[in-house]
């Protein structure tokens, strides 16, 4: 029996931690476990290639990379199951890294998994390289998520911890109730507030599929952690529900005791808090400590400072970039033991899919992100509703045929109306994963990165909605998901200044301009990053809805109104939306062009008579999606929207949303201020938005 004692040193407190004595041997089970010189001789490996990664590069992250190698060894080396030869492998382990400074930690492990080559570490943020700065999705090289804004990495695994259990409750396939999700977060992801509702949803869910590693440095960016906080994590985290353990994380025993402990949980997440040293091994030019400095967080070591590191890891300066022949061969030998492992655990799941051959076939669908046969004709929208009930006549039609999809709400479901979606589904928790709805609570970033990680998990189709002008607590996860192209559904309803008695706190006036931006960025892919729609009545709702589910490629945003919305003329056929923008009243050789979209777009309709009278022939178009229209031929868009004619937009956003659409000849009238408190009809009316003071409008710019 070994005992000893870990006396830990907290800036704000001093604590002596007793860890339990027990026998290192008597720990072996069937998984290979290494001695801890090896251990600590690979992780010492990883921290060489770390700092020699960021030296070549002149730029980078050494010291937490450096800190957190003895977790990710003890991770790879030991526990992570994964498939060598298939890294899609649908049951696979995930792990999901938060700090995406630490990229070189995450790259120099992979490579001894044989997924980056020696030369991809020396690329490392260079042009073109498959080593950039902070990782990119990359799962056939292992990278599950897109890291870098702190916080939101570790709540994409809660995500893809709830769609591992979804997936085992809808098809009981064996291979999902053993998978793992791993995540590793930071000082700077605890701090984020997006991790409070990421801690309270795991907790609450009791989600036992999932194990964080909390590198627990005590150093950040600009200052030790202390200067900004003095919060009890593990009280914080045990609060909501989770099962947490407090190491030594830079000592591999100590790291093994606790995966296992993690991995035998079954009632809640595990955190472990690995108290690790920034900067572990690193020395200055003189000889001298350079470990818990601030100053390894951002920058090379540089020059002599990182020769003596090097030589101090036992490493050559002269050669860093190696592998040595020890790490080597135990990395070999778990890739092969791996091999054999997983081997059983798919025979498992082969057996499985002989004994349930629908089920299998639904899961590789579903993996696929193949659809469903959905019967939209089958879907009748009364006439003259708002559109957010449209969107729930289509919620309510898809929970009927859609089964791996989930829907979740910021608290607002039956506001947003993405309750339609209980009409054939029951709401998740704790013991019904087979549910189809995520109450995620008054919680937009954190609902939108757990529905982001359930996409990213595959599998599953996820959906959220809010009000819109809450969209801005979304969007650093819509501008991730369009980053990574996930297909995630954004339901954004009470779309303008209509909400009224609200008052100008829930009117969205830049709102539809803000997200229209990302229509015109354009992903890696050379496709708009996010499509967005907003229908002008529920006969469009419908046909935005199916182009929406049809959208593999990028997320979706779908933009919904509060108030019932007058129907439209007779005739129209919506299957123009599939071109983003299409005729509602035809017109062949019109004075003027209306445009708008939404609610507007009736609005404009309702002013016709008035021009009639005055002998002004008007077409109307409505644009759903300028971003879906500019990828339409140059004749139809010019057909539609002629350079030069004289164009009239009218919006409840910022006159921006149009400013692309209306040519040179074109005016737009809009909203440029934040709204006001009163009934809406008022508002409409104050605001010059009723048909009357449109058409004075409009007749003022064709004259
Ligand atoms: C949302 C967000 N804010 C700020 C940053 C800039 N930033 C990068 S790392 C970091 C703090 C790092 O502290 P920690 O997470 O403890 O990493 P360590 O210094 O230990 O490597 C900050 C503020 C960021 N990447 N994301
Ligand atoms: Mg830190």
């Given at each position: ?42 992780a ?7 700092a020699?990664?960021v030296?070549?590069a002149?730029?980078g992250h ?14 790879y ?23 995406g400074h ?15 080559t ?10 073109d390289?498959?080593t ?13 998520n ?34 793992k ?7 700077g992801g605890?701090q984020?507030?997006?991790s409070q ?31 900004v ?13 989770w099962?947490v ?10 790291i093994?005791?606790?995966?296992k ?20 091994g690193?020395r ?31 490493a050559?300066?002269?050669?860093p ?108 928790s ?5 549910g ?32 819109f002008?809450?969209s801005?607590?979304?969007k650093?996860?819509v ?9 995630v ?23 539809e ?22 229908p ?14 049809e ?11 509060r ?17 983003g923008?299409?005729e ?11 445009l708008a ?55 409840a ?32 009316d ?18």
């Amino acid at each position: 029996m070994i005992g000893f004692f870990f006396v830990y040193h907290s800036p704000h407190s001093l604590f002596i931690c007793i860890f339990a004595a027990y026998n290192f041997t008597l720990c072996f089970n069937a998984m290979m476990e290494h001695s801890s010189k090896l251990m600590n001789r690979a992780a010492d490996n990883i921290r060489v290639l770390v700092a020699s990664m960021v030296e070549k590069a002149k730029s980078g992250h050494p010291g937490g990379a450096m800190g957190g190698a003895d977790f990710i060894n003890v991770l790879y080396s030991e526990f992570l199951t994964f498939d060598p030869k298939d890294p899609t492998w649908e049951c696979r382990d995930r792990f999901f890294l938060d700090p995406g400074h630490m990229s070189p930690m995450l790259y120099s492990i992979l490579m001894l998994c044989e997924r980056f080559t020696m030369e991809d570490l020396k690329q490392f943020r260079q042009w073109d390289s498959v080593t950039p700065g902070h990782p990119e999705r990359n799962v056939e090289r292992g990278i599950e998520n897109t890291s870098g804004p702190l916080g939101q990495g570790h709540v994409y695994a809660v995500g893809a911890a709830i769609a591992a259990k979804a997936l085992y409750a809808r098809t009981g396939n064996p291979g999902f109730k053993r998978e793992k999700i791993y995540a590793y977060i930071s000082d700077g992801g605890i701090q984020e507030e997006v991790s409070q509702g990421a801690g309270r949803m795991a907790g609450h869910l009791g989600l036992d599929n999932l194990i964080m590693f909390y590198d627990a440095n005590d150093i950040q960016l600009s200052t030790p952690t202390a200067d900004v906080t003095s919060e009890d994590t593990a009280l914080k985290y045990k609060a909501w529900n989770w099962n947490v353990l407090e190491i030594d994380g830079n000592n591999p025993e100590q790291i093994r005791k606790a995966l296992k402990a993690a991995n035998e949980e079954t009632a809640r997440p595990t955190l472990i808090i690995g108290h690790t040293i920034m900067g572990k091994g690193a020395r200055k030019a003189d000889g001298e400590s350079f470990e818990r400095d601030c100053g390894t967080h951002g920058a090379p070591l540089g020059g002599n400072a990182y020769i003596e590191t090097i030589k101090n890891l036992g490493a050559d300066p002269e050669d860093p970039f190696h592998i040595f022949p020890e790490v080597a061969e135990m990395y070999k030998a778990r890739l092969s033991e791996l091999t054999q492992e997983v081997e059983k655990i798919r025979q498992a799941e082969k057996k499985w899919a002989q004994e349930n051959p629908e089920k299998s076939q639904l899961l590789s669908d579903w993996f696929n992100q193949k659809l469903p046969e959905i019967p939209w004709d089958k879907l009748e929208q009364k006439p003259n509703k708002a559109t957010r009930d449209g969107s729930k006549a289509v919620l309510a039609l898809l929970s009927e045929y859609v089964p791996n999809m989930i829907v979740s709400s910021a608290d607002l479901c039956n506001s947003d109306k993405t309750d339609g979606f209980l009409a054939h589904t029951t709401p998740i928790s704790r013991t019904n994963f087979a549910g189809g709805f995520l109450q995620a609570g008054v919680s937009e970033l954190s609902m939108a990165c757990v529905c982001i990680g359930m996409m990213l998990h595959g599998g599953i189709i996820s959906a959220m909605g809010t009000f819109f002008v809450f969209s801005d607590y979304m969007k650093p996860a819509v501008r991730m998901a369009a980053l990574m192209e996930t297909p995630v559904k954004f339901v954004w309803t009470h779309d303008a200044f209509r909400v009224g008695e609200d008052g100008p706190t829930h009117e969205p006036v830049e709102q539809e301009a803000q997200i229209r931006l990302m229509e015109k960025l354009k992903n890696h892919s050379g496709k708009d990053s996010v499509r967005v729609f907003r229908p002008c009545n529920n006969q469009a709702a419908t046909q935005c809805w199916r182009l929406a589910m049809e959208n593999v490629e990028t997320p979706t945003a779908l933009i919904f109104s509060r108030q019932a919305i007058k129907d439209l003329p007779e005739g129209v056929d919506y299957i123009g939306v599939e071109k983003g923008a299409y005729e509602v009243v035809k017109e062949e050789y019109p004075d003027v062009i209306l445009l708008a979209s939404g609610s507007e777009v009736s609005t404009l309709v309702d002013t016709l008579p008035l021009l009639q009278e005055k002998n002004i022939k008007a077409r109307v178009i409505s644009c759903p999606s300028e971003g879906l229209f500019r990828r339409q031929s140059a004749e139809y868009q010019e057909k539609l929207l002629p350079a030069d004619a004289k164009i009239f937009a009218l919006t409840a956003g910022l006159p921006a949303t149009f400013e692309g659409l209306v040519g040179r000849n074109g005016y737009i009238y809009g909203l440029d201020h934040f709204g006001y408190s009163a009934p809406y009809q008022v508002l409409d009316d104050k605001l010059g938005f009723t048909p009357q003071q449109v058409a004075d409008k409009i007749i003022d710019f064709v004259k």
